[in-house]
């Protein structure tokens, strides 16, 4: 009778909770039966600037660049149902990374503010890491991108060079 008893306390106890799940916003970020690990920033925009990815394999230029100014974000990994840059490298993630624009203020040196968009990249938890001009990135942290910066997905020898339309080739 006492574990009865103890039972029923301890479920008198429990209280609901009506904290955020998450399990709405992962229905909702849904594509082709898939969830995605990322969802977009307010700051979020199409940038005004023609960026392109040059990809290299051991140092030789592979097939046209890849034009990455036409939509706010590109997905990277093995999963190519959601995928905009498929990698099929085996150390490289399903949802390895992705490439964000987002709009930022920046100060001009007379002290006006201005707002640009600036692409960004953040590893989405990858188990063998995305790195921006070999150096490790920190997961689910966005690192600006410049001009020229090289990334890399997991152990795959491609690197992926970042440059503009007005870029000095």
């Not at 709405?24 to 600037?49: H, Q, S, W, Y």
């Amino acid at each position: 009778m006492k574990v009865a008893e103890d039972a029923l306390a301890a479920k008198q106890k429990e209280k609901p909770s009506f904290e955020l799940s998450g399990k709405l916003a992962a229905e909702t970020n849904r594509v082709r039966g898939i969830t995605l690990l990322f969802n977009e920033p307010p700051d979020a925009r199409k940038p005004d600037v023609r960026w392109r990815l040059y990809v290299f394999k051991n140092g030789e230029a592979l097939n046209e660049p890849l034009y990455i100014h036409r939509q706010s974000c590109y997905l990277f990994g093995r999963e190519r149902r959601v995928a905009d840059v498929p990698t099929d490298h085996p150390s490289c993630s399903k949802q390895h990374a992705v490439i964000q624009f987002r709009q930022v203020e920046k100060e001009k040196p007379d002290g006006t503010l201005t707002k640009q968009v600036k692409p960004y990249v953040m590893d989405l938890g990858s188990t063998n890491k995305t790195f921006l001009n070999d150096v490790a990135i920190e997961s689910e942290r966005y690192y600006e991108l410049h001009e020229k910066d090289t990334i890399k997905f997991g152990n795959s020898s491609r690197e992926y060079v970042l440059l503009h339309e007005n870029s000095a080739q």
